[in-house]
């Protein structure tokens, strides 16, 4: 299912076609199943404590891609970026769009010159030999994604587009699957729109008002030349979110959250992010504030169409979600000092 996963098309806002393929999945797992305005998938699996809180898990559905702004007399379509697109990434990659039309990324002059923010020197070449062939295909508006095969590498290893955060739905709908029962109300939560300003999960966190909020994403690998700056790797297991630049989690649940990492001998790493973040920054600041936790996947070359996911780090975080969700989680909502 990964690679369903991940080559179903679904850009930020587009993200329907991901949405379907997930209803069917958990339809026979979940007690509600709900999808909001905003295309947020909302799977509710009840809970039989005494004193069960709301726990909301989010994965987004959404990836990144590129946006026609305007088709040029020569065929050719200007873009713009959907969520953290860079130019250097995308020259000379094939993109797709949602009717199935297919590109290629150039740029407007020597690619030296380009510069990873340099979106306006991006174009998309269908093949098109004027703008009113173009226009047979495409229009300003559609959005295209980037192709990227899933394909098995050495050492359980796995390269696709998209596992930004589709692998992550992956995680929450497995977890779902193996939970036969829990304390707590447990939300699984699939967000939109992630890529361009956690818009989802704000939303759907005003819905669920959740008691807990766990971001299920992907984090860096910092195991290759010139990329160290951080400490996840491939092969070694979950990493546990203690800070990124968009959130600091909650300490004493990280700290419950890793013993029962090692209560399950389930592998895992520790990551302090020094930049990105998570839908665990729209859900901490939603209502009231809510306490929030991180398990990511160590992930090479992410935001392109060759990340690369080690399939044992998978495993330790399908694992980590379905025992930590299953028991009753020590929530504190409020203390009332006087």
Not at 159 to 183: G, H, N, V
Request: aromatic fraction near 6%; hydrophobic fraction near 35%; charge should be negative.
């Amino acid at each position: 299912m990964i690679k369903e996963y991940t080559q179903t098309w679904g850009v930020s806002g587009l993200e329907k076609k991901v949405s379907d393929l997930i209803i069917k999945e958990v339809m026979d797992y979940a007690d509600e199943v709900t999808r909001d305005a905003m295309g947020n998938l909302i799977v509710l699996k009840r809970g039989n404590g005494s004193g069960k809180k709301r726990v909301m898990c989010a994965a987004h559905m959404d990836e990144i891609g590129l946006c026609v702004v305007r088709i040029l007399d020569n065929g050719l379509l200007k873009v713009k970026q959907v969520g953290g697109v860079s130019a250097l990434c995308s020259f000379m990659n094939r993109v797709r769009f949602e009717n199935g039309t297919i590109g290629t990324v150039g740029v407007t002059e020597p690619v030296e010159n380009v510069k990873t923010k340099d979106m306006n020197k991006l174009y998309i070449d269908i093949g098109a030999m004027s703008k009113e062939e173009a226009e047979q295909y495409v229009q300003p508006g559609d959005c295209a994604v980037f192709c990227g095969d899933y394909v098995e590498l050495a050492g359980r290893n796995v390269m696709s587009k998209a596992f930004d955060d589709r692998i992550a739905c992956y995680i929450q709908t497995e977890a779902l699957k193996r939970i036969q029962s829990s304390y707590h109300d447990l939300y699984f939560v699939y967000t939109v729109q992630e890529e361009v300003g956690l818009f989802g999960s704000t939303t759907s966190a005003e819905t669920v008002k959740p008691d807990l909020g766990i971001a299920v994403d992907i984090t860096g690998s910092f195991d290759v030349p010139g990329d160290e700056h951080g400490n996840p790797v491939l092969g070694k297991g979950a990493a546990i979110k203690i800070n990124d630049s968009s959130v600091i989690c909650d300490h004493e649940l990280t700290e419950d959250l890793i013993a029962c990492a090692k209560k399950y001998e389930i592998p895992y790493q520790r990551d302090a992010l020094a930049a990105g973040g998570t839908d665990a920054g729209a859900i901490n600041k939603s209502g009231e504030g809510v306490k929030v936790l991180g398990i990511s996947i160590p992930t090479r070359y992410g935001h392109t169409p060759n990340s690369i996911v080690n399939l044992e780090d998978v495993e330790a975080c399908i694992r980590l979600l379905e025992c930590y969700l299953t028991g009753e989680i020590p929530i504190v909502t409020q203390e009332k000092i006087k």
